[in-house]
Protein backbone atom coordinates (compact mmCIF):
# COMPACT_ATOMS: atom_id res chain seq x y z
CA UNK A 1 0.00 0.00 0.00
CA UNK A 2 1.16 3.29 -1.39
CA UNK A 3 2.32 5.40 2.01
CA UNK A 4 0.31 8.59 0.24
CA UNK A 5 -3.02 7.42 0.27
CA UNK A 6 -6.17 9.08 1.59
CA UNK A 7 -8.65 6.95 3.53
CA UNK A 8 -11.79 8.25 2.59
CA UNK A 9 -13.95 7.16 6.00
CA UNK A 10 -16.47 5.19 3.34
CA UNK A 11 -19.62 3.26 4.52
CA UNK A 12 -20.94 0.52 2.96
CA UNK A 13 -24.84 0.11 2.95
CA UNK A 14 -26.08 -3.66 1.91
CA UNK A 15 -29.24 -3.21 -1.11
CA UNK A 16 -29.06 -6.68 -1.85
CA UNK A 17 -27.93 -10.33 -0.96
CA UNK A 18 -28.57 -12.41 -3.94
CA UNK A 19 -26.82 -10.84 -5.79
CA UNK A 20 -24.42 -9.43 -3.91
CA UNK A 21 -25.24 -5.42 -4.14
CA UNK A 22 -23.62 -3.04 -1.71
CA UNK A 23 -23.62 0.55 -1.78
CA UNK A 24 -20.72 2.72 -0.79
CA UNK A 25 -20.85 6.35 0.09
CA UNK A 26 -18.06 8.42 -0.05
CA UNK A 27 -15.64 5.55 -1.76
CA UNK A 28 -13.27 8.03 -3.69
CA UNK A 29 -12.05 11.41 -2.22
CA UNK A 30 -12.55 14.87 -3.68
CA UNK A 31 -8.99 14.83 -4.59
CA UNK A 32 -9.46 11.72 -6.42
CA UNK A 33 -12.48 12.50 -8.53
CA UNK A 34 -10.68 15.61 -9.05
CA UNK A 35 -7.64 13.70 -10.72
CA UNK A 36 -9.93 11.30 -12.43
CA UNK A 37 -11.77 14.05 -13.76
CA UNK A 38 -8.17 15.72 -15.19
CA UNK A 39 -7.31 12.47 -16.27
CA UNK A 40 -10.62 12.44 -18.48
CA UNK A 41 -9.70 15.91 -19.99
CA UNK A 42 -6.36 14.92 -21.38
CA UNK A 43 -7.19 11.37 -22.16
CA UNK A 44 -8.33 10.00 -25.43
CA UNK A 45 -12.03 8.26 -25.43
CA UNK A 46 -13.19 5.80 -27.27
CA UNK A 47 -17.18 6.52 -28.50
CA UNK A 48 -18.83 3.51 -28.94
CA UNK A 49 -19.09 0.06 -28.54
CA UNK A 50 -20.41 -2.24 -30.52
CA UNK A 51 -21.20 -5.65 -29.95
CA UNK A 52 -22.78 -8.70 -31.97
CA UNK A 53 -26.04 -9.78 -31.32
CA UNK A 54 -28.47 -11.91 -32.88
CA UNK A 55 -31.94 -10.18 -33.66
CA UNK A 56 -35.64 -11.93 -33.48
CA UNK A 57 -35.27 -13.95 -36.54
CA UNK A 58 -31.69 -15.33 -35.19
CA UNK A 59 -29.13 -13.06 -37.87
CA UNK A 60 -26.15 -12.33 -36.33
CA UNK A 61 -25.18 -8.59 -36.65
CA UNK A 62 -23.64 -5.50 -35.17
CA UNK A 63 -25.44 -3.65 -32.69
CA UNK A 64 -24.87 -0.40 -31.21
CA UNK A 65 -25.64 -1.26 -27.16
CA UNK A 66 -23.63 1.97 -25.58
CA UNK A 67 -23.09 4.99 -26.77
CA UNK A 68 -21.20 6.24 -23.67
CA UNK A 69 -17.26 6.76 -24.74
CA UNK A 70 -14.53 4.89 -22.45
CA UNK A 71 -11.09 4.85 -21.55
CA UNK A 72 -8.66 2.71 -19.68
CA UNK A 73 -6.65 4.48 -16.80
CA UNK A 74 -3.02 4.66 -16.74
CA UNK A 75 -1.82 3.62 -13.56
CA UNK A 76 -0.24 6.26 -11.11
CA UNK A 77 0.16 6.93 -7.65
CA UNK A 78 -3.36 8.00 -6.73
CA UNK A 79 -5.15 5.34 -9.27
CA UNK A 80 -3.03 2.70 -7.09
CA UNK A 81 -4.44 4.22 -3.71
CA UNK A 82 -8.10 3.27 -5.30
CA UNK A 83 -6.85 -0.02 -6.65
CA UNK A 84 -5.93 -1.18 -3.15
CA UNK A 85 -9.19 0.04 -1.71
CA UNK A 86 -10.92 -1.84 -3.80
CA UNK A 87 -9.18 -5.28 -3.39
CA UNK A 88 -9.39 -4.65 0.55
CA UNK A 89 -13.07 -3.93 0.21
CA UNK A 90 -13.23 -7.40 -1.14
CA UNK A 91 -11.12 -9.19 1.62
CA UNK A 92 -7.65 -10.10 1.94
CA UNK A 93 -7.16 -13.05 -0.35
CA UNK A 94 -7.74 -11.20 -3.86
CA UNK A 95 -4.48 -10.59 -5.18
CA UNK A 96 -3.70 -7.28 -7.92
CA UNK A 97 -3.26 -9.09 -10.80
CA UNK A 98 -6.92 -10.14 -10.48
CA UNK A 99 -8.08 -6.54 -11.39
CA UNK A 100 -8.55 -5.32 -15.02
CA UNK A 101 -7.00 -1.47 -15.51
CA UNK A 102 -9.70 0.90 -13.98
CA UNK A 103 -12.03 2.32 -17.13
CA UNK A 104 -13.28 5.72 -17.24
CA UNK A 105 -17.09 6.16 -19.23
CA UNK A 106 -18.09 9.56 -20.01
CA UNK A 107 -21.32 10.51 -21.14
CA UNK A 108 -22.92 13.68 -22.87
CA UNK A 109 -26.31 15.06 -22.74
CA UNK A 110 -28.31 12.02 -24.83
CA UNK A 111 -25.77 9.25 -24.25
CA UNK A 112 -26.19 5.78 -22.75
CA UNK A 113 -25.45 2.52 -22.23
CA UNK A 114 -28.12 0.05 -22.65
CA UNK A 115 -28.62 -3.18 -20.68
CA UNK A 116 -26.07 -5.28 -20.81
CA UNK A 117 -24.29 -7.80 -17.99
CA UNK A 118 -20.43 -6.84 -16.92
CA UNK A 119 -19.41 -10.70 -16.98
CA UNK A 120 -19.31 -12.00 -20.40
CA UNK A 121 -21.31 -14.26 -22.24
CA UNK A 122 -18.47 -14.99 -25.01
CA UNK A 123 -16.29 -17.65 -23.47
CA UNK A 124 -13.43 -16.52 -25.09
CA UNK A 125 -13.51 -13.05 -23.17
CA UNK A 126 -13.36 -15.26 -20.13
CA UNK A 127 -10.75 -17.56 -21.17
CA UNK A 128 -8.13 -18.40 -18.03
CA UNK A 129 -5.21 -16.71 -20.54
CA UNK A 130 -7.53 -13.51 -19.80
CA UNK A 131 -8.38 -14.25 -16.08
CA UNK A 132 -11.51 -15.83 -16.16
CA UNK A 133 -14.59 -13.55 -16.33
CA UNK A 134 -15.38 -10.74 -14.04
CA UNK A 135 -16.15 -11.86 -10.75
CA UNK A 136 -17.18 -8.18 -9.43
CA UNK A 137 -17.65 -5.00 -10.58
CA UNK A 138 -17.69 -1.51 -8.78
CA UNK A 139 -19.06 1.45 -10.34
CA UNK A 140 -17.97 4.80 -8.91
CA UNK A 141 -19.20 8.15 -9.98
CA UNK A 142 -16.39 10.65 -10.77
CA UNK A 143 -18.51 13.89 -11.98
CA UNK A 144 -21.86 14.68 -12.69
CA UNK A 145 -22.60 18.13 -14.20
CA UNK A 146 -25.84 19.77 -13.64
CA UNK A 147 -27.15 16.24 -14.37
CA UNK A 148 -31.16 14.96 -14.77
CA UNK A 149 -31.22 11.50 -15.64
CA UNK A 150 -28.09 9.07 -15.67
CA UNK A 151 -28.57 6.72 -12.56
CA UNK A 152 -27.47 3.38 -13.08
CA UNK A 153 -30.37 0.58 -13.22
CA UNK A 154 -30.45 -3.11 -11.89
CA UNK A 155 -34.22 -4.02 -13.38
CA UNK A 156 -33.91 -7.68 -11.45
CA UNK A 157 -32.72 -6.12 -7.80
CA UNK A 158 -35.43 -5.44 -5.53
CA UNK A 159 -35.31 -1.62 -4.32
CA UNK A 160 -34.73 -1.84 -0.74
CA UNK A 161 -37.77 0.44 1.03
CA UNK A 162 -36.23 2.69 3.86
CA UNK A 163 -36.91 6.37 3.11
CA UNK A 164 -33.43 7.15 3.68
CA UNK A 165 -32.66 4.89 1.01
CA UNK A 166 -34.28 8.45 -1.47
CA UNK A 167 -30.81 9.90 -0.83
CA UNK A 168 -28.88 7.42 -3.41
CA UNK A 169 -32.12 5.69 -5.10
CA UNK A 170 -34.39 7.12 -7.33
CA UNK A 171 -37.49 6.49 -5.34
CA UNK A 172 -40.08 7.63 -7.97
CA UNK A 173 -38.63 4.68 -10.11
CA UNK A 174 -42.09 2.35 -9.99
CA UNK A 175 -40.79 -0.94 -8.20
CA UNK A 176 -41.39 -3.40 -10.95
CA UNK A 177 -38.10 -1.39 -12.20
CA UNK A 178 -35.71 -2.55 -9.63
CA UNK A 179 -33.45 -0.27 -8.12
CA UNK A 180 -31.89 2.91 -10.20
CA UNK A 181 -29.00 4.33 -8.08
CA UNK A 182 -28.81 8.31 -8.77
CA UNK A 183 -25.31 9.16 -9.98
CA UNK A 184 -23.66 11.21 -6.70
CA UNK A 185 -20.12 12.53 -6.45
CA UNK A 186 -18.25 10.23 -4.88
CA UNK A 187 -20.05 7.34 -4.42
CA UNK A 188 -20.10 3.72 -5.96
CA UNK A 189 -21.80 0.60 -6.09
CA UNK A 190 -20.57 -2.92 -5.78
CA UNK A 191 -22.22 -5.78 -6.75
CA UNK A 192 -21.18 -9.49 -7.34
CA UNK A 193 -21.18 -10.79 -11.07
CA UNK A 194 -20.76 -14.62 -10.57
CA UNK A 195 -22.74 -17.59 -8.71
CA UNK A 196 -20.67 -19.94 -6.75
CA UNK A 197 -20.72 -22.28 -9.41
CA UNK A 198 -18.72 -19.57 -11.65
CA UNK A 199 -21.58 -19.07 -13.85
CA UNK A 200 -22.74 -15.46 -14.54
CA UNK A 201 -25.48 -14.59 -12.69
CA UNK A 202 -28.70 -13.05 -14.62
CA UNK A 203 -30.14 -10.55 -12.16
CA UNK A 204 -26.57 -8.60 -12.13
CA UNK A 205 -28.48 -6.72 -15.60
CA UNK A 206 -27.79 -3.51 -15.49
CA UNK A 207 -28.08 -0.08 -17.64
CA UNK A 208 -26.82 3.72 -17.56
CA UNK A 209 -29.84 5.57 -17.90
CA UNK A 210 -30.24 8.12 -20.29
CA UNK A 211 -28.69 11.38 -19.46
CA UNK A 212 -31.23 13.91 -20.12
CA UNK A 213 -29.42 16.91 -19.27
CA UNK A 214 -25.54 17.51 -18.18
CA UNK A 215 -22.46 15.35 -18.16
CA UNK A 216 -21.38 12.25 -16.29
CA UNK A 217 -17.99 10.32 -15.64
CA UNK A 218 -18.01 7.12 -14.34
CA UNK A 219 -15.16 4.63 -13.12
CA UNK A 220 -15.18 0.81 -13.27
CA UNK A 221 -13.12 -1.40 -11.30
CA UNK A 222 -13.44 -5.10 -12.36
CA UNK A 223 -12.04 -7.73 -10.54
CA UNK A 224 -11.14 -11.06 -12.38
CA UNK A 225 -11.58 -14.82 -11.36
CA UNK A 226 -7.89 -15.15 -12.18
CA UNK A 227 -4.79 -13.09 -12.97
CA UNK A 228 -4.32 -11.09 -15.57
CA UNK A 229 -0.93 -10.56 -17.84
CA UNK A 230 1.25 -7.60 -17.40
CA UNK A 231 0.53 -7.08 -21.08
CA UNK A 232 -3.15 -6.52 -20.31
CA UNK A 233 -2.49 -5.17 -16.72
CA UNK A 234 0.48 -2.69 -17.36
CA UNK A 235 3.42 -2.34 -15.14
CA UNK A 236 2.82 -2.61 -11.27
O1 LIG B 1 -23.14 4.45 -16.47
C1 LIG B 1 -23.63 3.66 -15.67
O2 LIG B 1 -24.42 4.02 -14.81
C2 LIG B 1 -23.29 2.21 -15.77
C3 LIG B 1 -22.12 1.94 -16.69
C4 LIG B 1 -21.82 0.49 -16.81
O3 LIG B 1 -22.59 -0.34 -16.43
C5 LIG B 1 -20.56 0.03 -17.42
O4 LIG B 1 -19.75 0.86 -17.86
O5 LIG B 1 -20.34 -1.20 -17.45
FE1 LIG C 1 -21.86 -2.31 -16.58
Same mark, same amino acid.
Given at each position: ??????????????????????????? $???? +???????????? *??????????????????????? %?????????? +??? !?????????? *?????? !??????? *??? /?????????????????????????????????????????? %?????????? /???????????????????????????????????? $? $????????????????????? /??????? %?? *?????????? /??
Amino acid at each position: QPTSCQHPAYHNYMVSTSPLVIYLENF $LTPE +EQRHLQVITQVC *QFSYTIFSSVSDQAGVQGQRETR %TSQSTNVERD +EIV !RCIEERALLF *QGFDTP !RTHLEPL *QLV /KYGTGERYHFHTDWFTNAAQASSVVGGNRQSSFFAYVSAENI %TGGGTNFPMV /KAPHDSRWCDFIDCDEPWENGVTFRPIVGNAVFWSN $L $LDDGTGDQRTLHAGLPVTSGS /KIGMNIW %TR *QGALSEDIRG /KD
